[in-house]
């Protein structure tokens, strides 16, 4: 009975395993392409909404940008020609427009002056310039202070002064 069993046992498995075994599943190529195409058809809608949200707030902070730093008609201290203001000077600086101001009369060699109350919550600027001339810096400096403070410069009497425009 052993060696029956033996014997069959092989023969059994093989059946076994040979319904075990199926054909592999026939696959419509054109079925994935056609769903590929509707998927990228999705993606492709929703990076172009994407694209236009980011237009439409691009724009918006545009003018905000314009509403808090309106156009000045003309670029200040185009009329300035002073040695002392073509001195090259390296800057970084976030902060207090009065601190900036009176380094960079200090390093071309001019006083500085104060008028007005400064306000309460200080006219910050924020100005990047490896090399620069300390007029471009100036002027930079003046287009940020915008309707909160004016520079005022006197190359004759060798003078920059800080005037705060705020009735705080």
Same mark, same amino acid.
């Given at each position: 009975?052993?060696?029956?069993?033996?014997?069959?046992?092989?023969?059994?498995?093989?059946?076994?395993? #040979?319904?075990?075994?199926?054909?592999? !599943?026939? +696959?419509? /190529?054109?079925?994935? %392409?056609? @769903?590929? &195409?509707?998927?990228?058809? #999705?993606?492709?809608?929703?990076?172009? !909404?994407? +694209?236009? /949200?980011?237009?439409? %707030?691009? @724009?918006? &902070?545009?003018?905000?940008?314009?509403?808090?730093?309106?156009?000045?008609?003309?670029?200040?201290?185009?009329?300035?020609?002073?040695?002392? &203001?073509?001195?090259?000077?390296?800057?970084?600086?976030?902060?207090?427009?009065?601190?900036?101001?009176?380094?960079?009369?200090?390093?071309?060699?001019?006083?500085?002056?104060?008028?007005?109350?400064?306000?309460?919550?200080?006219?910050?600027?924020?100005?990047?310039?490896?090399?620069?001339?300390?007029?471009?810096?100036?002027?930079?400096?003046?287009?940020?202070?915008?309707?909160?403070?004016?520079?005022?410069?006197?190359?004759?009497?060798?003078?920059?002064?800080?005037?705060?425009?705020?009735?705080?």
């Amino acid at each position: 009975m052993k060696r029956v069993l033996i014997s069959v046992l092989p023969a059994v498995i093989t059946v076994l395993l #040979q319904g075990c075994s199926s054909q592999p !599943a026939r +696959v419509d /190529q054109q079925m994935i %392409a056609g @769903e590929q &195409l509707k998927n990228n058809q #999705q993606i492709q809608q929703a990076l172009f !909404a994407a +694209v236009q /949200q980011t237009g439409t %707030a691009l @724009e918006s &902070l545009s003018e905000i940008r314009r509403a808090q730093y309106p156009k000045q008609e003309v670029m200040p201290f185009l009329d300035i020609h002073d040695k002392g &203001l073509s001195k090259m000077v390296s800057i970084h600086w976030y902060g207090p427009i009065s601190s900036i101001v009176k380094d960079i009369a200090k390093a071309v060699g001019f006083r500085y002056q104060e008028f007005g109350k400064p306000p309460e919550l200080p006219v910050l600027v924020n100005i990047n310039y490896p090399s620069a001339s300390a007029l471009v810096v100036l002027q930079n400096i003046e287009l940020q202070a915008n309707n909160k403070a004016a520079i005022k410069i006197l190359p004759q009497q060798k003078i920059i002064s800080l005037r705060y425009l705020t009735d705080d």
